[in-house]
Protein backbone atom coordinates (compact mmCIF):
# COMPACT_ATOMS: atom_id res chain seq x y z
CA UNK A 1 0.00 0.00 0.00
CA UNK A 2 1.13 3.41 -0.75
CA UNK A 3 2.23 5.75 2.06
CA UNK A 4 0.77 9.43 1.61
CA UNK A 5 2.49 12.18 2.65
CA UNK A 6 1.54 14.71 5.07
CA UNK A 7 -0.09 18.36 4.00
CA UNK A 8 1.17 19.74 1.11
CA UNK A 9 2.68 23.65 1.81
CA UNK A 10 3.59 26.26 -0.88
CA UNK A 11 7.22 25.26 -1.84
CA UNK A 12 6.13 21.75 -2.48
CA UNK A 13 2.92 23.01 -4.49
CA UNK A 14 4.99 25.26 -6.51
CA UNK A 15 7.89 22.53 -7.09
CA UNK A 16 5.38 20.22 -8.73
CA UNK A 17 4.02 22.86 -10.89
CA UNK A 18 7.35 23.71 -12.10
CA UNK A 19 7.97 20.60 -13.68
CA UNK A 20 4.51 21.12 -15.65
CA UNK A 21 5.09 23.46 -18.87
CA UNK A 22 2.10 26.53 -20.14
CA UNK A 23 1.69 28.14 -22.90
CA UNK A 24 2.42 31.77 -22.26
CA UNK A 25 -0.29 34.66 -22.48
CA UNK A 26 -0.41 37.99 -22.28
CA UNK A 27 -3.73 39.54 -20.92
CA UNK A 28 -4.30 43.06 -21.25
CA UNK A 29 -7.32 45.48 -19.52
CA UNK A 30 -8.08 49.26 -19.76
CA UNK A 31 -8.18 49.78 -16.09
CA UNK A 32 -9.00 53.15 -14.50
CA UNK A 33 -5.53 55.03 -14.45
CA UNK A 34 -4.74 53.28 -17.93
CA UNK A 35 -3.85 49.91 -19.55
CA UNK A 36 -2.79 47.63 -17.75
CA UNK A 37 -1.43 44.14 -18.64
CA UNK A 38 0.64 41.07 -16.52
CA UNK A 39 1.70 37.10 -18.33
CA UNK A 40 -0.18 34.62 -17.79
CA UNK A 41 0.25 30.78 -18.18
CA UNK A 42 -2.86 29.76 -16.93
CA UNK A 43 -4.73 30.12 -20.31
CA UNK A 44 -6.87 27.23 -21.29
CA UNK A 45 -9.83 26.79 -23.77
CA UNK A 46 -12.80 25.32 -22.52
CA UNK A 47 -15.46 25.59 -25.08
CA UNK A 48 -15.84 26.25 -28.16
CA UNK A 49 -19.55 26.92 -28.91
CA UNK A 50 -19.38 29.14 -27.42
CA UNK A 51 -16.00 30.19 -27.51
CA UNK A 52 -14.79 30.51 -23.90
CA UNK A 53 -11.54 30.66 -22.23
CA UNK A 54 -10.12 30.50 -18.56
CA UNK A 55 -7.19 32.24 -16.71
CA UNK A 56 -6.42 33.13 -13.34
CA UNK A 57 -5.20 36.23 -11.87
CA UNK A 58 -3.46 36.59 -8.57
CA UNK A 59 -4.14 39.13 -6.26
CA UNK A 60 -0.80 40.11 -5.80
CA UNK A 61 -0.45 41.29 -9.15
CA UNK A 62 -1.01 45.02 -9.81
CA UNK A 63 -2.87 44.24 -13.20
CA UNK A 64 -5.58 42.54 -11.12
CA UNK A 65 -7.86 44.92 -9.55
CA UNK A 66 -8.27 46.42 -13.44
CA UNK A 67 -8.62 43.25 -14.67
CA UNK A 68 -10.87 41.71 -12.09
CA UNK A 69 -13.21 44.91 -13.30
CA UNK A 70 -13.05 44.92 -16.60
CA UNK A 71 -15.75 43.85 -18.74
CA UNK A 72 -13.95 43.07 -21.15
CA UNK A 73 -9.89 41.92 -22.02
CA UNK A 74 -7.70 41.23 -24.33
CA UNK A 75 -5.95 37.46 -24.36
CA UNK A 76 -2.70 37.84 -26.51
CA UNK A 77 -1.50 34.36 -27.34
CA UNK A 78 2.50 34.00 -28.05
CA UNK A 79 5.13 31.91 -29.43
CA UNK A 80 8.91 32.42 -29.40
CA UNK A 81 8.91 35.84 -31.56
CA UNK A 82 7.06 37.32 -28.87
CA UNK A 83 9.06 36.75 -25.49
CA UNK A 84 10.47 40.43 -25.11
CA UNK A 85 6.38 40.80 -24.53
CA UNK A 86 6.35 38.09 -22.18
CA UNK A 87 9.28 39.36 -19.88
CA UNK A 88 7.99 42.69 -20.27
CA UNK A 89 4.48 41.98 -18.98
CA UNK A 90 5.97 39.55 -15.94
CA UNK A 91 8.72 42.61 -14.63
CA UNK A 92 6.80 44.67 -12.00
CA UNK A 93 7.34 48.08 -11.70
CA UNK A 94 7.82 48.73 -15.09
CA UNK A 95 5.73 51.11 -17.88
CA UNK A 96 4.19 48.26 -20.00
CA UNK A 97 2.84 50.46 -22.42
CA UNK A 98 5.94 53.06 -22.44
CA UNK A 99 6.40 51.88 -26.30
CA UNK A 100 3.65 53.54 -27.95
CA UNK A 101 4.87 51.92 -31.87
CA UNK A 102 4.07 48.27 -30.11
CA UNK A 103 0.35 48.47 -28.74
CA UNK A 104 -2.50 50.78 -29.73
CA UNK A 105 -6.67 50.63 -28.92
CA UNK A 106 -9.04 48.31 -30.66
CA UNK A 107 -12.11 50.37 -31.60
CA UNK A 108 -13.96 49.47 -28.18
CA UNK A 109 -11.03 50.67 -25.83
CA UNK A 110 -9.07 47.66 -24.69
CA UNK A 111 -4.76 47.80 -25.57
CA UNK A 112 -3.93 45.24 -28.07
CA UNK A 113 -0.49 44.51 -29.12
CA UNK A 114 -1.26 44.20 -32.48
CA UNK A 115 1.91 41.66 -33.90
CA UNK A 116 1.98 38.95 -31.53
CA UNK A 117 0.91 35.45 -32.80
CA UNK A 118 -2.99 35.64 -32.40
CA UNK A 119 -5.08 38.02 -29.50
CA UNK A 120 -8.82 37.70 -29.19
CA UNK A 121 -10.96 40.36 -27.61
CA UNK A 122 -13.04 38.85 -25.19
CA UNK A 123 -15.93 39.59 -22.67
CA UNK A 124 -16.09 38.78 -19.32
CA UNK A 125 -18.98 36.15 -18.16
CA UNK A 126 -17.61 34.97 -14.48
CA UNK A 127 -15.24 34.97 -12.03
CA UNK A 128 -14.38 32.29 -9.61
CA UNK A 129 -12.38 33.14 -6.48
CA UNK A 130 -9.76 30.55 -5.73
CA UNK A 131 -6.99 30.52 -3.12
CA UNK A 132 -5.02 33.93 -3.59
CA UNK A 133 -6.67 33.81 -7.50
CA UNK A 134 -9.07 34.46 -9.23
CA UNK A 135 -10.53 32.72 -12.12
CA UNK A 136 -11.89 34.42 -15.15
CA UNK A 137 -14.20 33.26 -17.74
CA UNK A 138 -14.01 35.10 -21.22
CA UNK A 139 -16.15 35.01 -24.24
CA UNK A 140 -14.09 35.36 -27.07
CA UNK A 141 -15.77 37.47 -29.48
CA UNK A 142 -13.29 39.07 -31.91
CA UNK A 143 -9.79 38.06 -32.89
CA UNK A 144 -6.75 37.58 -35.28
CA UNK A 145 -4.24 35.38 -36.13
CA UNK A 146 -0.92 37.12 -37.47
CA UNK A 147 1.40 33.55 -37.43
CA UNK A 148 -0.16 30.14 -37.74
CA UNK A 149 0.47 27.66 -35.07
CA UNK A 150 3.41 26.09 -37.72
CA UNK A 151 5.39 29.25 -37.74
CA UNK A 152 8.53 28.60 -37.08
CA UNK A 153 9.27 30.61 -33.93
CA UNK A 154 7.56 27.95 -32.49
CA UNK A 155 5.14 28.74 -29.36
CA UNK A 156 6.65 29.73 -26.25
CA UNK A 157 6.26 27.71 -23.03
CA UNK A 158 7.24 28.42 -19.19
CA UNK A 159 8.61 25.56 -17.36
CA UNK A 160 11.11 25.79 -14.62
CA UNK A 161 10.95 28.98 -13.94
CA UNK A 162 12.76 30.02 -17.68
CA UNK A 163 11.21 30.25 -21.14
CA UNK A 164 11.10 27.50 -23.85
CA UNK A 165 10.17 27.77 -27.62
CA UNK A 166 8.81 24.23 -28.52
CA UNK A 167 9.56 22.99 -31.89
CA UNK A 168 10.34 19.66 -34.49
CA UNK A 169 13.77 19.29 -31.85
CA UNK A 170 10.56 18.88 -28.90
CA UNK A 171 8.05 16.53 -31.09
CA UNK A 172 7.15 13.14 -29.93
CA UNK A 173 6.17 10.76 -32.06
Given at each position: ???????????????????????????????????????A???????????????????????????????????H??????????????????????????????????????????????????????????????????????????????????????????G??????
Amino acid sequence: MLSVPGALDAEQFKAICRGHPGGVSVITAQGPDGPVAFTATSVASVSVDPPILIFSVSSLSSAAPSILAADSVVVHLLDADDVDLAKLAATSGVDRFADTSAWTRLPTGEPVFPGVRAWTRAKVVSHLEAGGSTVVAVHALQGQINRGAEHEAGPLVYHNRTWHKLGAHSRLD
